[in-house]
């Protein structure tokens, strides 16, 4: 039974309404953050806030949910000072709750602006960044919800700004069906402030005269894959004297059922057909399947604005290395969170979704969380502990 009202501490959206200003040098928190994002709703007949509603949905999915039929039995099953902590009222006509339903968490969900909502989630994991020496670097990359086709079978593509350290998705847009990833690079890092000194690593697709032009107007640095789609970059970086340059990184690796043994090799420059460009890379990659024995060797070659004296030849190889944690993250969304096979298609409630699986992979990885699944089902036997990872306790 719920205690008396006149007893109940002022819900956390009344706060929010009477401090509606963050002071000088506090951190905003989360609820604060999702207060930012517009209201799709009728004001009239609105019995749940949308800061509410949100937050208790970021909870549901922190502590495992993985639909919005689970979204919705978490809800309902959260026990009263859950509620209280998030700002939920009491019905003052009888003695229960007045609790979102899953079709109320649903509707608002297909019809929430979801670059509103990434930009919110993005803002509250940035500003909980870990301050750490060396060199930051964030990694963009795109996915597809392959569950959630719409009509005429467009798929929803989502481009994100990934931490490499962190793992934390500081950006995210839908790429859109009219486009592509490439046109959605600059604004998905407009959205991410500070970018100066920051090391943005991509795909081959992503190595484009104009993302460089852009990222070094904003002081960052890159550091980019040269493929066919830059055939004369490629060309002018294999016509490089590579048999004369001495080795200088070798780094052996085991996972994903194989052996890996990284070469690296790097050349100081001052010509080449890209923009700024200080460094050139080679890697030669040799991996052996464990299983069958069968060895490849690939030589991939990168460039980057990053001078010798902002980074080593370690340094490139693992900023090259670590790109590749953005995959892990997608990894994540699809085995853990099941993304892929959810059929979750109306509106904006597939990406929605997403974003609430990058939030809670970014609040357990900001905890020293090692294995996702294992954090899950670790909150979702205390519903305290998804409210003490997102500020809540």
């Not at 940035?126 to 930051?136: I, T």
Request: proline share 6%.
């Amino acid at each position: 039974m719920p205690a008396d009202e006149s007893s109940l501490i002022p819900p956390a959206l009344d706060q929010l309404r009477q401090q509606p200003e963050v002071a000088s040098g506090e951190v905003p928190g989360l609820l604060e953050r999702l207060a930012e994002v517009p209201d799709p709703r009728d004001p009239r007949g609105v019995r749940h806030a949308l800061a509410v509603v949100l937050a208790l949905t970021a909870c549901a999915v922190l502590a495992g949910a993985t639909s919005l039929l689970a979204v919705g039995e978490w809800i309902a099953d959260a026990p009263a000072y859950v509620l209280d902590r998030l700002g939920v009222r009491p019905d003052p006509l009888q003695p229960r709750w007045a609790l979102p339903s899953e079709t109320t968490v649903r509707r608002l969900l297909t019809r929430i602006d979801g670059d509103a909502l990434d930009q919110a989630v993005g803002h509250w994991l940035a500003d909980r960044r870990p301050q750490a020496s060396g060199l930051r670097a964030l990694a963009v990359d795109g996915k597809t919800l392959r569950g959630a086709a719409k009509a005429k079978g467009r798929k929803i593509h989502l481009l994100a700004a990934l931490e490499h350290t962190t793992s934390a998705v500081l950006a995210q847009l839908d790429v859109g069906e009219k486009t592509n990833e490439v046109t959605r690079f600059q604004p998905l890092l407009d959205a991410v402030a500070g970018l100066a000194g920051v090391v943005i690593t991509a795909d081959a697709l992503h190595t484009q005269r104009e993302h460089a032009e852009y990222l070094l107007g904003r002081d960052a640095h890159y550091i980019v894959i040269a493929k066919d789609n830059q055939k004369k970059l490629r060309k002018q970086l294999k016509s490089l004297p590579w048999k004369d340059i001495p080795l200088q990184g070798r780094v052996k690796g085991i996972g994903h059922g194989r052996s890996e043994i990284r070469r690296i090799k790097v050349a100081t420059v001052d010509n080449l057909l890209f923009p700024r460009a200080r460094q050139a890379v080679q890697i030669k990659r040799r991996r052996t399947d464990r299983k069958t024995g069968k060895t490849t060797i690939k030589t991939v070659y990168a460039v980057t604005s990053l001078t010798a004296e902002q980074a080593s030849p370690a340094q490139l190889a693992k900023l090259i290395k670590d790109h590749w944690q953005v995959e892990a993250l997608h990894h994540i969304r699809d085995t853990t969170f099941a993304e892929d096979a959810s059929q979750l298609r109306t509106g904006n409630a597939p990406r929605a979704m997403a974003t609430w699986r990058n939030l809670a992979i970014g609040a357990l990885r900001a905890a020293g969380a090692k294995n996702i699944a294992a954090g899950l089902r670790r909150n979702a036997r205390d519903p305290h502990r998804p409210l003490a990872l997102l500020g809540f306790a």
